[in-house]
């Protein structure tokens, strides 16, 4: 028998002019690109108080369209976690370049600055942080030890989309930042993505490799090798929609972070996400460890009360597997990777869930969590 309760991890919300705007978009016929392709990049730009934003078809080749704006290639090694959703190291290989796999912050589980002194070499040419589930990483310690190694810092900020960092929007610190405006994300397009500098000449280099490398004002000539990573108006419409409702998006998952801390700080062999004081999150998803200090046992507990979980109808989802577990990624063992990708779960986090439904899902882990063995 299926449960009557179904609470799903994560679900798009349409506010609905999202309707309105698309068929504004399909009746003019511009249903490649557009002018709300142009509004979304402006509107994100001075939400993130940054100087260029780039729309692109997906938040992957986002980060593949920021590392070939930035020239890296070939020879060329980036620092990367090994905890981390995959698209960062799968776009640092696929263009050619080398990862080297630094071990994450214990307490927030992003990279850990001092990871760049250990493995910076002559050849390494830039720190790519991950900010995970609304996190942002420690990037005051990245761009300073960034800087002493003459690294570029690329921010991968598909799961921190408006969250801040001493002010300042995840993305718009280091270099270049990336964002996903995949269903699941905080703002989104269906698929979609965008790429964020104050850098004029870079804004400008990815803008030509994302349309085939063609120089500007001179069609069907090529300078440099290009891509088609173009997003169409269609889905830029639903984005410009979107953005129109920022400010409730955001005090909405304010309110749900808020309502997991306060039911699960004190909940015993649990440990929330750590967010330091330099950040101002805007939560993707709540993410907590169960803590367990041997991996094999901590990895089939985890995994027990996740199937448990989805027997009271409420869907979760487990880590992102250490990148030294998975055959193409040639990467060491790192102990705090290890531990977080064994025992950190994330619970369902999405615009209008209820605080009946926080309720029932922190009662219903708790319950789980205490008789996982
Ligand atoms: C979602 C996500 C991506 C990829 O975005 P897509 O739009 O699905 O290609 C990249 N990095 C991180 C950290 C993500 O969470």
Same mark, same amino acid.
């Not at 927030?108 to 390494?124: K, V």
């Not at 270099?175 to 790429?195: Q, Y």
């Not at 889905?235 to 953005?243: D, E, F, H, N, R």
């Given at each position: 028998m ?10 798009p919300k349409?506010?609905? $002019?999202e309707?309105?705007? %698309?068929l504004? @978009? *399909? !009746?003019?016929?511009w /249903?490649?690109? +557009?002018?709300? &392709?142009q509004?979304?990049?402006r509107?994100?730009?001075e ?10 078809? $997906?938040?992957?080749?986002? %980060?593949?369209? @920021? *590392? !070939?704006?930035?020239? /890296?290639g070939? +020879?060329d090694? &980036? ?22 796999y ?11 600055p001092d990871?760049?002194?250990?493995l910076?070499t ?21 761009t ?6 003459g ?6 900020a598909?799961e ?7 002010g ?6 280091g270099?270049v ?6 269903a699941?994300?905080?703002i989104?397009?269906?698929?979609g ?14 803008r ?33 929609a ?17 309502l997991?801390?306060?039911?699960l ?8 996400q ?7 999150p ?5 993410a ?13 507990r ?6 448990a979980?989805?027997?009271?109808g409420?869907?979760t ?5 250490a990148?030294s ?10 102990p ?8 950190v779960?994330s619970?369902p986090?999405f615009?209008?869930l ?11 882990f708790?319950?789980h ?5």
């Amino acid at each position: 028998m299926t449960n009557p309760v179904h609470i799903p991890w994560a679900q798009p919300k349409l506010f609905g $002019n999202e309707e309105a705007m %698309v068929l504004d @978009a *399909l !009746r003019s016929v511009w /249903i490649s690109g +557009g002018p709300y &392709v142009q509004r979304l990049e402006r509107v994100a730009a001075e939400r993130m108080q940054v100087a260029e934003a780039v729309a692109v078809s $997906n938040g992957t080749v986002a %980060v593949e369209l @920021a *590392l !070939r704006g930035l020239g /890296i290639g070939p +020879g060329d090694e &980036v620092i990367v976690p090994g905890f981390t959703f995959v698209a960062a190291a799968n776009m640092v290989l696929s263009v050619g370049a080398t990862p080297l796999y630094a071990d994450i912050d214990e307490q927030s589980w992003l990279l850990d600055p001092d990871e760049i002194d250990r493995l910076a070499t002559p050849r390494t040419k830039a720190v790519l942080p991950v900010h995970l589930y609304g996190n942002v990483a420690e990037m005051d310690a990245i761009t300073s030890r960034a800087k002493a190694h003459g690294l570029v810092v690329l921010e991968d900020a598909a799961e921190a989309a408006f969250s801040r960092f001493d002010g300042k929007c995840a993305g718009t610190i280091g270099n270049v930042g990336t964002f996903s405006l995949h269903a699941t994300k905080t703002i989104t397009t269906g698929e979609g993505g965008l790429v964020v500098t104050n850098d004029a000449g870079l804004a400008q280099r990815m803008r030509v490799i994302r349309d085939h490398g063609m120089r500007q004002g001179k069609r069907y000539w090529h300078d440099v090798v290009g891509y088609n990573f173009r997003l169409t108006n269609l889905q830029a419409a639903i984005g410009c929609a979107q953005l129109e409702h920022l400010d409730d998006i955001m005090a909405d998952r304010r309110r749900i972070h808020a309502l997991y801390r306060n039911a699960l700080n004190a909940c015993a062999g649990v440990r929330l996400q750590h967010f330091s004081q330099h950040v101002d999150p805007v939560l993707w998803v709540i993410a907590a460890l169960i803590e367990d200090d041997d991996l094999s046992r901590q990895r089939s507990r985890r995994d027990r009360i996740m199937a448990a979980m989805l027997e009271d109808g409420i869907e979760t989802r487990p880590g992102f597997y250490a990148l030294s577990l998975m055959p193409p990624y040639d990467a060491p063992d790192l102990p705090r990777v290890l531990a977080a990708s064994a025992g950190v779960i994330s619970l369902p986090t999405f615009f209008g869930l209820t605080e009946q439904q926080i309720g029932y899902i922190c009662d219903r882990f708790r319950h789980h969590v205490h008789n996982a063995g």
